[in-house]
């Protein structure tokens, strides 16, 4: 299967994914020493409040909509636009929020806060990777795209990029690593992050 997959973009995915989660990291670090009301943390929450009520696999089956076909579609649209990183605005938010919210439990609750973080790094891991691996694909897509549209402008043209080619390439990046990936996620998201946090509670 990793035969049919350019290893470069698996390569990619990993830098985009160490950036993604140093900045993680800092902006955790960051709101741990912003001192928000109570409401506002609420308001952070609120945003997954719909597929937070749902249980068991219906809960799987939410995130997986979400995470596994309506977010990809979004940054697939966004990257068919000639502007450079766009697609990335998706991982960018799936990256900032829980940050920020655990930047504000710590702030509320440090023992908690931590047991929290630990219960979310195996489905972060798993999630963010296959959007990393996505936009990894999407990369190449996009530049394709932004060099006909800009030689559109130009009197000395530079090489085009295949976009059948990158557009196949997304199709099976998809398919074969990012999906599943995104599937796995929704499951320990679900399971193992409430066992871990009620575990080390």
Same mark, same amino acid.
């Given at each position: 299967?990793?035969?049919?997959?350019?290893?470069?973009?698996?390569?990619?995915?990993?830098?985009?994914?160490?950036?993604?989660?140093?900045?993680?990291?800092?902006?955790?670090?960051?709101?741990?020493?912003?001192?928000?009301?109570?409401?506002?943390?609420?308001?952070?929450?609120?945003?997954?409040?719909?597929?937070?009520?749902?249980?068991?696999?219906?809960?799987?089956?939410?995130?997986?909509? &979400?995470?596994?076909?309506? *977010?990809? +579609?979004?940054?697939? @649209?966004?990257?068919?636009?000639? #502007?450079?990183?766009?697609?990335? !605005?998706?991982?960018?938010?799936?990256?900032?929020?829980?940050?920020?919210?655990?930047?504000?439990?710590?702030?509320?609750?440090?023992?908690?806060?931590?047991?929290?973080?630990?219960?979310?790094?195996?489905?972060?891991?798993?999630?963010?990777?296959?959007?990393?691996?996505?936009?990894?694909?999407?990369?190449?897509?996009?530049?394709?795209?932004?060099?006909?549209?800009?030689?559109?402008?130009?009197?000395?043209?530079?090489? &085009?990029?295949?976009?059948? *080619?990158? +557009?196949?390439?997304? @199709?099976?990046?998809?398919?074969? #690593?990012?999906?599943?990936?995104? !599937?796995?996620?929704?499951?320990?998201?679900?399971?193992?992050?409430?066992?871990?946090?009620?575990?080390?509670?």
């Amino acid at each position: 299967m990793l035969k049919s997959i350019d290893l470069d973009i698996v390569k990619r995915a990993v830098k985009i994914f160490i950036v993604a989660t140093i900045c993680v990291i800092i902006t955790t670090l960051f709101c741990y020493f912003v001192h928000p009301s109570i409401n506002d943390l609420k308001n952070m929450g609120n945003a997954s409040e719909k597929i937070g009520e749902a249980k068991g696999l219906e809960k799987v089956w939410k995130y997986i909509v &979400n995470n596994g076909f309506q *977010v990809p +579609l979004q940054m697939f @649209i966004l990257a068919l636009l000639p #502007i450079p990183y766009l697609y990335l !605005i998706n991982i960018v938010v799936t990256i900032l929020m829980p940050g920020i919210m655990f930047g504000f439990i710590l702030s509320f609750d440090l023992h908690k806060g931590l047991i929290g973080c630990i219960a979310f790094i195996p489905h972060y891991t798993f999630e963010v990777m296959g959007f990393c691996i996505l936009a990894s694909a999407l990369y190449m897509l996009n530049k394709a795209i932004t060099r006909r549209f800009t030689n559109l402008f130009r009197k000395s043209k530079k090489e &085009n990029y295949a976009i059948k *080619v990158n +557009l196949i390439n997304v @199709i099976k990046s998809y398919v074969l #690593i990012a999906l599943p990936l995104i !599937i796995i996620a929704a499951f320990l998201e679900t399971y193992v992050a409430n066992f871990i946090f009620e575990w080390m509670s």
